[in-house]
């Protein structure tokens, strides 16, 4: 039962465009959702959340749209650059209006290549 | 990734050994996770911990699987006679904790077991 779902496994982009990477959830219990970049032989590293109060959270260059109704979250990177190349994924948790002891542990989708070509 | 510190990096057993991975929070962080990525795969919870306290263990293997975050020291992730299976890249997250707020999960970088 994949509850969150990354149907894109790779994404080819061009230096100074626009990328989108997109992620789908099925538990409608989700509330808060992140994106992690990750570097071959590396941890994940944070990038951007969004609680499911916003529908739009920005920083720098990143900025997640969340759309409750579609169950659906998008990762923009504007402009793109080589370094970004990376897998991205997205997770989701129940977080603060959870109950029991669901709360905190993270749902990741199966990642999503990222390619930003100069 | 720095803050939430694993080791070994890399640890190889023969089938039937013991392999015990390390994980050390970031600082002020009194919440941990574990989560394994299977080669080609996203990341799967395993276990949440507390100090001294398992919160959630419904992603551990029923079996030859264990977690502890004791009061003093790293929180340690057990594997009993291993098998080939259990190859795979191992990661510990922290979080301040806090049931009441979204705080994100930190990532160390770690450890990737291989079973000869």
């Known amino acids: 039962d994949q509850q969150v779902k990354q149907n894109s496994p790779s994404l080819s982009v061009q230096e100074g465009r626009i990328s989108i990477l997109n992620c789908d959830y099925t538990n409608s219990m989700f509330d808060y959702f992140l994106w992690y970049k990750k570097y071959p032989a590396e941890g994940p590293t944070f990038l951007i959340s969004?609680?499911?109060?916003?529908d739009k959270n920005e920083d720098g260059r990143f900025t997640v749209f969340l759309n409750k109704s579609a169950k659906h979250l998008s990762l923009h990177i504007v402009p793109s650059q080589p370094g970004d190349s990376a897998v991205y994924f997205c997770?989701?948790?129940?977080?603060?209006?959870?109950?029991?002891?669901?709360?905190?542990?993270?749902?990741f989708g199966q990642g999503t290549i990222l390619t930003v070509h100069p | 990734n720095a803050g939430v510190m694993q080791n070994p990096r890399h640890l190889v057993r023969r089938r039937g050994q013991e392999a015990r991975l390390r994980c050390s929070p970031m600082k002020g962080h009194s919440h941990v996770y574990w989560y394994r990525q299977l080669p080609e795969e996203g990341l799967k919870f395993m276990v949440y911990?507390?100090?001294?306290?398992?919160?959630?263990e419904s992603g551990m293997p029923k079996e030859r699987f264990s977690a502890e975050f004791p009061k003093e020291g790293p929180s340690i992730l057990r594997i009993q006679q291993v098998v080939r299976g259990d190859s795979a890249a191992y990661f510990c997250a922290s979080s301040p904790g806090g049931r009441y707020s979204n705080q994100p999960q930190h990532f160390g970088d770690g450890t990737r077991l291989s079973i000869l």
């Open positions: 997770a989701a948790s129940m977080g603060a209006n959870a109950g029991g002891t669901s709360y905190g542990k993270l749902t």
């Open positions: 969004i609680s499911s109060i916003k």
């Open positions: 911990l507390q100090k001294e306290n398992i919160i959630d």
